[in-house]
């Protein structure tokens, strides 16, 4: 073999350690599974007789699995062969780069993996996939070394069938990507987690921060096998945020690369600007200010995904669209309460303009848009509004935790007595007055709806209750075209190490809404 030629992992005649190859697809065979002391080994490689340089380069192009990696270059024997050099990976997909020493004659080759974490994080990544392996090539000569880059980029990147399906889009309306939507879940407690408790070093401590281990295309595989057709991807932005509202490139690549994977998969990717730290409340008292932090993190994200095409859809806000200090669904009065409804409507058409005006795909992007505290009632208020938009491609979003004191309560409160059953005849029909007012109100005059989230809580809760009501709201909402999306956090409802449904019978019932008839 020619070392100085791209050599795909596939050739690999030694692999040891769990990694092995996989088929992405007829033309693409990867090593995946590579953990801390795997070893990839290639036989023969000529390095020919040239003693004119003391060094050369290594090239790697590596699908990133969220981890710091190194691969450690040994020749002729893994155990106890010269150690060549050492090329750190990073924790996108990318092409990685390292200078080593240079050798000649004919040499079998090992690349040995290693993890990249020397402080308290070590133990936190022990055994996680580090990347996949999809080529490699070596150079003599540095110079030449972007040859390497542009051939990577040629071969394995361009006119695939991966890159047309982010940036295409179809003549579809907004009903019909809903339709497609499917089934949905949400990626909780990760992208979104925040805290000044939080080791603000790096965006793996913020994504771990909440009891998530770090998310891997496998984990957001196994909701696509799971018969998930779209995956909600909650966002901290102001995390690492600059004074000048300058979302943290870091943030940004990692956002980018777990909707990747959401895209990859054949499902629908959804991001927000969640919580964040509540500074939406401000929006009553200091308006200017909340709204040019706002539309600073809007034009970076809009610019940051501009030619990623229908797959990718923006929501406007979370669930943090209402005002108590100005007026308060319980008060017994409508003093202030259209002016608490005409801040969000603002900010619901700040967001429709800035993103149709961002360039790209952007133009026509579907967007969803926050009803009012996400709460069905109000947002079926007249009060609130729909933005006006060129291209009548708005959805709207609500989210449904009712009874409360089912979903939310795991133990007395307050404001109410927590409830550990749900089915009853008065519960159905609530639930069935909520899905029909929405479907009134918006779907029946050609808006879609996703409710954006829908759960409850299972601590003190009988199982079959929980497995009822997740059943029960999820089909009452598919079967009027809506698109029901799952909230789910770590090890929930969703094993994120085994990457699968915890409860086989919930996981069943999803599958049969998703193959039943709609309304």
């Known amino acids: 073999l020619s070392p100085y030629k791209i050599t795909p992992a596939d050739a690999a005649c030694v692999l040891k350690g769990g990694c092995y190859l996989t088929e992405k697809n007829i033309f693409s065979r ?46 002729d024997n893994y155990e106890n062969g010269e150690e060549l050099g050492v090329c750190e990976i990073g924790l996108d997909d990318g092409i990685y780069k390292a200078c080593i020493k240079a050798i000649t004659g004919r040499h079998a080759i090992y690349f040995i993996a290693d993890d990249n974490y020397t402080d308290w994080t070590a133990e936190m990544f022990k055994g996680k996939r580090l990347f996949e392996l999809k080529e490699f090539v070596l150079l003599k000569a540095f110079t030449v070394i972007t040859s ?97 509202y300058t979302v943290n490139p870091d943030l940004m690549k990692r956002v980018t690369q777990i909707t990747d994977y959401v895209i990859d998969n054949n ?63 319980y008060s017994g009065s409508d003093e202030g309460k259209a002016e608490a409804y005409g801040i969000l409507n603002s900010i619901n058409q700040e967001f429709v303009n800035l993103v149709r005006n961002s360039g790209g795909n952007n133009e026509k992007r579907h967007l969803l848009i ?10 079926c208020d007249p009060l609130f509004k729909m933005p006006d938009d060129k291209e009548s491609s708005c959805a709207v979003s609500v989210h449904y935790y009712t009874p409360a004191n089912f979903c939310i309560l795991e133990e007395d409160a307050d404001w109410g007595k927590a409830r550990s059953d749900w089915g009853s005849e ?30 409850c809580a299972t601590k003190n809760k009988n199982p079959e209750s929980v ?8 089909k009452e909402a598919y079967k009027r075209n809506m698109c029901p999306m799952l909230w789910d956090i770590t090890d929930v409802f969703y094993n994120r190490t085994t990457c699968e449904m915890i409860d086989s019978q919930l996981a069943q019932s999803f599958l049969d809404i998703a193959e039943s008839q709609r309304n």
């Open 467 to 474: 497995r009822l009501f997740l059943t029960t709201v999820c």
């Open 267 to 329: 499902m629908y990717a959804v991001v927000n600007i969640h919580w964040d730290g509540g500074w939406f409340e401000k929006f009553s008292t200091e308006y200017d200010e909340c709204l040019k932090k706002y539309t600073a993190i809007w034009s970076q994200i809009s610019e940051n995904f501009k030619d990623y095409g229908d797959k990718l859809i923006f929501e406007s806000l979370n669930e943090e669209g209402y005002y108590e200090d100005i007026w308060n669904r």
């Open 370 to 379: 926050a009803g009012y505290a996400t709460d069905i009632t109000l947002t």
């Open 148 to 244: 390497a880059v542009i051939l990577f980029t040629a071969l394995s990147g361009c006119g695939s069938d991966k890159e047309d399906k982010k940036e295409k889009v179809r003549d579809l309306t907004t009903a019909e990507i809903v339709t497609e939507m499917g089934l949905g879940i949400n990626l909780g407690n990760t992208l979104e987690s925040c805290g000044d408790w939080i080791d603000d070093s790096s965006i793996t401590n913020y994504e771990t921060a909440w009891g998530s281990p770090v998310i891997t295309e496998e984990m957001i595989a196994g909701y696509s096998k799971a018969g998930f057709k779209s995956v909600r991807i909650p966002v901290a932005w102001s995390n690492m945020i600059s004074d000048d």
């Open 30 to 75: 990867y090593i995946t599974d590579i953990t801390k002391g795997c070893v990839m080994g290639f036989k023969y490689f000529d390095f020919g007789d040239d003693y004119s340089s003391k060094t050369m380069e290594v090239c790697f192009n590596v699908k990133g699995q969220g981890c710091r990696g190194l691969i450690r270059i040994v020749s």
């Open 426 to 455: 008065i519960d159905l029909k609530e639930l069935e007055k909520n899905m029909e007012l929405m479907k009134t109100t918006f779907v029946d005059n050609g808006i879609p709806v996703i409710i954006g989230e829908y759960g």
